[in-house]
Structure formats: structure tokens, C-alpha cells
């Protein structure tokens, strides 16, 4: 469907807004207090588009403040808001006419047409991401492993980069981007695997210890 005033006020951001997610902003500049405002007079979500190695992609989220947090008296504020749904950017205008902020033509997309992965999918993926955060003796939120679109629980958790954030960001079913993420982690952990036998092999030869391991 399309998005039912002529201009969505949109907020292009370098990152990548996944549905459901909770999103922090601080708000500083006077555009986006501007786009603030008119999104808390008028009860409107706005656009984030990501912002990625220079360019504007042609598909975003969809974000609703959910709480203003903290009004400052220089005009800042702290929002917290959610990502509710994903458009796709037909046209795009900076600054928007009569504004200060950009704004576009978007066209909401429909939600996912299935929600669910397999059941052996995704508890291959939860045990990948266990193993991956032992190694790096490090902890994950239980409810991040709960969720039904756990793919998008865990999109900013397993070193993805922007880019293949985005790439995640695109795909529709819950059971290709589990599929993504697993290859991802497949690919990742042997690395970090071998970096951490190399570790150990210096921290035991004696030779070494005096070499930074990145760079003897």
C-alpha cells in the first residue's frame, strides 16, 4: 500500500533498522528536532533508510516513536522508538519541500509471509551463537534466543557487517535468514577458532611474547 500522505518525513541513518527492534535516538539537530516534532503533533512513524558506504538504499524501516525519554533545553531530545514494518523508497527528496528534513514516496510492504523457521534450522542457529559467544567468553540476553523472529533478534549480535545487515534486511522469510546467519557463523567460527590456537601457541614460546601477534 502506499503511504497515505504525499511525503514520509525520513531520517536516513548508518544503520539497519530490523522489524521489532527498540531504537535510542538522541536528537540534536535541528532538522531531525523539526521531524520530531511533526511526527509527535501529527502521530506519524517516519523512514530510516539506511546509509551505507556512501549511498542511500532503496529500502528502510519504518520507525514509531514509542516514548520521549528526555527533553533538554537546548531543544535535544532523547526518543525511544520502534521499528514497526519496512517500505520500499520510490522517491526521495532532501530537504523535503517546505521542510528541513528529507522526505519521500515510500510504499509500506506487506509483513513477513512466514514468520517461522524449521525447528532444526533454528536450534543449529542458537548453538552456533552459544558456541560463538563462549569462545569470545562473552553473554547473550536468554529472551535474544526466545524470539520468534529470532533472526532479527540477533542481526546486530554476530559481527555482521552493515552491508550484510542489509542483505539480511531484504530477505522475507524467517527461514532464509536463519539460513544466512548459520552460513555466516559457519564461516566465522573456524576463524576465530584459529586465532585463538594461535594466541595460545605464542602465550607458550617464549620467543614470541615480546611480538604483538597482529603484526610479527
Sequence with gaps: MSY????????????????????????????YKSLAADCLADDQPFGIPPYISGKLCGYGGLIEIMEVVERYPDGRLDLRCSCVGRFRLLEFSNPAPGQLYAGGRIEVLDPDPHSEADRETQTQLVM?????????????????????????????????????????????????????????????????????????RISLNGHFQKFDPLTF
Excluded: W
Design 128 to 200: 552456533l551463537v552459544q558456541r560463538l559467544y563462549q569462545m569470545l567468553e562473552a553473554t547473550l540476553e536468554a529472551n535474544k534466543l526466545q524470539q520468534n523472529s529470532l533472526s532479527y533478534a540477533l542481526g546486530h549480535k554476530l559481527g555482521l557487517s552493515l552491508d550484510q545487515e542489509y542483505e539480511l534486511f531484504l530477505m522475507t522469510h524467517e527461514e532464509e535468514r536463519q539460513q544466512y546467519l548459520i552460513a555466516h557463523l559457519a564461516r566465522t567460527i573456524p576463524t576465530l577458532e584459529e586465532l585463538n590456537r594461535t594466541r595460545a
Design 4 to 31: 497515505p500522505v504525499p511525503l514520509a518525513p525520513l531520517f536516513p541513518l548508518g544503520m539497519v533498522p530490523f522489524v521489532g527492534e527498540s531504537i535510542n535516538l538522541h536528537i540534536f539537530e535541528d532538522r
